[in-house]
Protein backbone atom coordinates (compact mmCIF):
# COMPACT_ATOMS: atom_id res chain seq x y z
CA UNK A 1 0.00 0.00 0.00
CA UNK A 2 0.96 3.70 -0.25
CA UNK A 3 3.38 4.99 2.87
CA UNK A 4 5.56 7.88 3.93
CA UNK A 5 8.80 8.17 5.09
CA UNK A 6 9.73 11.46 6.73
CA UNK A 7 12.88 12.58 8.39
CA UNK A 8 13.01 12.79 11.80
CA UNK A 9 12.97 15.97 13.91
CA UNK A 10 13.56 17.67 15.74
CA UNK A 11 15.53 20.15 13.37
CA UNK A 12 17.14 23.09 14.98
CA UNK A 13 18.31 25.74 12.55
CA UNK A 14 19.70 29.29 13.43
CA UNK A 15 17.20 32.19 11.26
CA UNK A 16 18.43 32.55 7.91
CA UNK A 17 19.56 29.23 7.16
CA UNK A 18 18.48 26.78 4.43
CA UNK A 19 16.09 24.35 4.99
CA UNK A 20 15.38 20.93 3.69
CA UNK A 21 12.76 18.45 5.33
CA UNK A 22 12.72 14.99 3.23
CA UNK A 23 10.16 12.73 2.35
CA UNK A 24 9.84 9.93 0.39
CA UNK A 25 7.15 7.86 -0.54
CA UNK A 26 5.91 4.39 -1.79
CA UNK A 27 2.75 4.70 -3.83
CA UNK A 28 1.05 2.99 -7.16
CA UNK A 29 -0.93 4.41 -9.10
CA UNK A 30 -1.26 9.16 -9.41
CA UNK A 31 -0.84 9.99 -6.06
CA UNK A 32 -0.84 13.71 -5.18
CA UNK A 33 1.52 15.06 -2.53
CA UNK A 34 0.68 17.83 0.33
CA UNK A 35 3.12 19.28 3.05
CA UNK A 36 0.68 20.84 6.20
CA UNK A 37 1.96 22.75 8.92
CA UNK A 38 0.96 22.84 12.51
CA UNK A 39 2.15 26.03 14.50
CA UNK A 40 2.25 25.75 18.30
CA UNK A 41 -1.00 25.19 19.83
CA UNK A 42 -3.00 25.45 16.32
CA UNK A 43 -4.57 22.94 13.60
CA UNK A 44 -3.03 21.87 10.06
CA UNK A 45 -3.03 24.40 7.54
CA UNK A 46 -2.05 23.22 3.94
CA UNK A 47 1.53 25.01 3.11
CA UNK A 48 1.59 23.25 -0.86
CA UNK A 49 0.56 20.84 -2.77
CA UNK A 50 1.59 18.97 -5.95
CA UNK A 51 -1.39 16.65 -8.15
CA UNK A 52 1.77 14.96 -10.99
CA UNK A 53 4.96 14.10 -11.70
CA UNK A 54 7.39 17.27 -12.02
CA UNK A 55 5.04 19.48 -10.47
CA UNK A 56 6.29 22.18 -8.22
CA UNK A 57 4.09 23.56 -5.28
CA UNK A 58 5.01 26.69 -3.32
CA UNK A 59 4.12 28.81 -0.78
CA UNK A 60 5.44 31.44 1.42
CA UNK A 61 8.70 30.75 0.24
CA UNK A 62 8.70 26.94 0.86
CA UNK A 63 8.70 24.90 -2.00
CA UNK A 64 8.76 21.16 -2.91
CA UNK A 65 8.70 19.44 -6.27
CA UNK A 66 7.23 16.10 -6.73
CA UNK A 67 9.84 13.97 -7.98
CA UNK A 68 8.60 10.53 -9.50
CA UNK A 69 12.22 8.78 -10.23
CA UNK A 70 13.45 9.17 -6.86
CA UNK A 71 9.75 9.90 -5.03
CA UNK A 72 10.43 12.31 -3.16
CA UNK A 73 8.62 15.33 -2.42
CA UNK A 74 11.47 17.05 0.04
CA UNK A 75 10.70 20.35 1.04
CA UNK A 76 12.77 23.47 0.67
CA UNK A 77 12.62 26.61 2.01
CA UNK A 78 15.96 29.26 1.26
CA UNK A 79 15.72 31.79 4.48
CA UNK A 80 13.86 30.11 7.50
CA UNK A 81 12.64 32.87 10.20
CA UNK A 82 11.66 32.37 13.86
CA UNK A 83 7.67 31.84 12.57
CA UNK A 84 8.40 29.29 10.68
CA UNK A 85 8.94 26.88 13.61
CA UNK A 86 6.45 24.40 13.85
CA UNK A 87 5.71 20.93 12.70
CA UNK A 88 5.43 19.56 9.32
CA UNK A 89 4.00 17.05 8.08
CA UNK A 90 4.44 15.07 4.61
CA UNK A 91 1.06 13.55 3.20
CA UNK A 92 -0.12 11.56 -0.01
CA UNK A 93 -3.20 10.72 -0.96
CA UNK A 94 -3.75 6.99 -0.49
CA UNK A 95 -5.46 4.25 -2.26
CA UNK A 96 -7.99 3.45 -0.27
CA UNK A 97 -11.51 6.05 -0.44
CA UNK A 98 -12.79 7.58 2.17
CA UNK A 99 -16.53 8.44 0.46
CA UNK A 100 -15.51 9.71 -2.73
CA UNK A 101 -12.27 10.73 -1.78
CA UNK A 102 -9.18 9.14 -1.45
CA UNK A 103 -7.22 8.92 2.44
CA UNK A 104 -4.35 11.24 3.38
CA UNK A 105 -1.29 8.79 4.30
CA UNK A 106 0.60 10.90 6.90
CA UNK A 107 4.11 10.76 7.46
CA UNK A 108 4.89 10.77 11.36
CA UNK A 109 5.67 14.76 10.97
CA UNK A 110 9.35 16.64 11.63
CA UNK A 111 9.51 19.33 14.29
CA UNK A 112 11.33 22.28 13.09
CA UNK A 113 12.84 24.92 15.76
CA UNK A 114 14.07 28.34 14.46
CA UNK A 115 16.72 30.19 17.01
CA UNK A 116 17.14 34.25 16.58
CA UNK B 1 -12.59 32.16 1.99
CA UNK B 2 -10.79 28.66 2.67
CA UNK B 3 -11.54 28.99 6.54
CA UNK B 4 -13.03 25.72 8.66
CA UNK B 5 -14.28 26.64 12.02
CA UNK B 6 -14.38 24.89 15.27
CA UNK B 7 -16.34 25.67 18.92
CA UNK B 8 -14.91 25.39 21.27
CA UNK B 9 -11.17 26.56 21.28
CA UNK B 10 -10.81 24.34 24.52
CA UNK B 11 -13.35 21.94 26.92
CA UNK B 12 -12.53 20.33 30.19
CA UNK B 13 -15.18 17.68 31.09
CA UNK B 14 -15.50 14.59 33.42
CA UNK B 15 -16.07 11.00 32.48
CA UNK B 16 -19.81 11.07 32.95
CA UNK B 17 -19.97 14.26 31.27
CA UNK B 18 -21.75 14.46 27.93
CA UNK B 19 -20.26 17.80 25.29
CA UNK B 20 -20.29 18.29 21.50
CA UNK B 21 -18.19 20.10 19.42
CA UNK B 22 -18.99 21.93 16.65
CA UNK B 23 -17.72 22.22 13.36
CA UNK B 24 -18.55 25.22 10.19
CA UNK B 25 -17.60 25.71 6.84
CA UNK B 26 -18.85 27.87 4.18
CA UNK B 27 -16.53 26.61 1.02
CA UNK B 28 -19.18 24.33 -0.23
CA UNK B 29 -17.29 21.55 0.62
CA UNK B 30 -19.66 18.23 0.51
CA UNK B 31 -17.30 15.42 2.51
CA UNK B 32 -16.38 16.51 6.26
CA UNK B 33 -14.08 15.19 8.49
CA UNK B 34 -13.37 14.19 12.29
CA UNK B 35 -9.63 13.68 13.32
CA UNK B 36 -8.17 13.11 16.43
CA UNK B 37 -4.14 14.16 16.97
CA UNK B 38 -1.96 13.62 19.76
CA UNK B 39 0.54 15.44 20.38
CA UNK B 40 3.66 15.57 18.09
CA UNK B 41 1.77 12.53 15.85
CA UNK B 42 -0.14 13.28 12.70
CA UNK B 43 -3.67 12.93 12.46
CA UNK B 44 -5.54 10.08 12.86
CA UNK B 45 -9.00 9.72 11.13
CA UNK B 46 -12.30 9.24 13.35
CA UNK B 47 -15.40 9.85 10.48
CA UNK B 48 -15.83 10.95 7.14
CA UNK B 49 -19.17 12.47 5.89
CA UNK B 50 -19.87 12.53 2.32
CA UNK B 51 -23.05 14.89 0.89
CA UNK B 52 -24.57 14.49 4.66
CA UNK B 53 -24.00 10.63 4.93
CA UNK B 54 -21.63 8.81 6.87
CA UNK B 55 -19.62 6.72 5.09
CA UNK B 56 -16.73 6.08 6.69
CA UNK B 57 -16.45 5.06 10.64
CA UNK B 58 -12.98 3.97 11.80
CA UNK B 59 -14.12 1.91 14.17
CA UNK B 60 -14.64 4.66 16.74
CA UNK B 61 -16.06 3.70 20.15
CA UNK B 62 -19.69 4.55 20.53
CA UNK B 63 -18.88 7.48 22.82
CA UNK B 64 -18.09 9.31 19.95
CA UNK B 65 -20.94 9.51 17.81
CA UNK B 66 -21.25 11.96 14.95
CA UNK B 67 -23.79 14.08 13.14
CA UNK B 68 -23.82 16.25 10.01
CA UNK B 69 -26.84 18.28 10.40
CA UNK B 70 -26.49 19.87 7.00
CA UNK B 71 -23.77 20.04 4.37
CA UNK B 72 -22.49 23.47 6.63
CA UNK B 73 -22.13 22.44 9.38
CA UNK B 74 -20.58 19.11 11.15
CA UNK B 75 -21.13 18.04 15.31
CA UNK B 76 -19.41 15.30 17.24
CA UNK B 77 -21.12 14.60 19.98
CA UNK B 78 -19.01 13.13 23.43
CA UNK B 79 -20.48 10.68 26.29
CA UNK B 80 -18.58 9.37 28.86
CA UNK B 81 -15.24 9.85 27.64
CA UNK B 82 -12.18 8.10 29.03
CA UNK B 83 -8.86 10.15 29.92
CA UNK B 84 -6.73 8.47 27.05
CA UNK B 85 -9.70 10.33 24.89
CA UNK B 86 -7.65 13.52 26.07
CA UNK B 87 -6.43 14.87 22.48
CA UNK B 88 -6.85 17.66 19.79
CA UNK B 89 -9.76 17.11 17.65
CA UNK B 90 -9.76 18.69 14.60
CA UNK B 91 -12.55 18.86 11.49
CA UNK B 92 -11.63 19.28 8.26
CA UNK B 93 -13.08 19.28 4.68
CA UNK B 94 -12.43 19.19 0.77
CA UNK B 95 -14.43 18.88 -2.34
CA UNK B 96 -15.85 15.55 -3.29
CA UNK B 97 -13.94 13.67 -6.29
CA UNK B 98 -13.32 10.11 -7.18
CA UNK B 99 -10.87 11.47 -10.06
CA UNK B 100 -8.90 14.45 -8.78
CA UNK B 101 -7.18 14.60 -5.33
CA UNK B 102 -8.57 17.47 -3.51
CA UNK B 103 -6.78 18.95 -0.50
CA UNK B 104 -8.60 18.92 2.62
CA UNK B 105 -9.00 22.44 4.99
CA UNK B 106 -8.69 21.60 8.60
CA UNK B 107 -10.40 23.94 11.41
CA UNK B 108 -7.62 25.06 14.21
CA UNK B 109 -9.04 21.82 16.51
CA UNK B 110 -10.97 21.74 19.88
CA UNK B 111 -8.27 20.83 22.65
CA UNK B 112 -10.01 18.34 25.02
CA UNK B 113 -9.20 17.17 28.31
CA UNK B 114 -11.11 14.75 29.94
CA UNK B 115 -10.55 14.45 33.53
Known amino acids: GNSVTQMEGPVTLSEEAFLTINCTYTATGYPSLFWYVQYPGEGLQLLLK???ADDKGSNKGFEATYRKETTSFHLEKGSVQVSDSAVYFCALSGLEFAGNNRKLIWGLGTSLAVNP | DTEVTQTPKHLVMGMTNKKSLKCEQHMGHRAMYWYKQKAKKPPELMFVYSYEKLSINESVPSRFSPECPNSSLLNLHLHALQPEDSALYLC??????????????FGPGTRLTVT
Open chain 1, 50 to 52: ATK
Open chain 2, 92 to 105: ASSQESRIRNYEQY
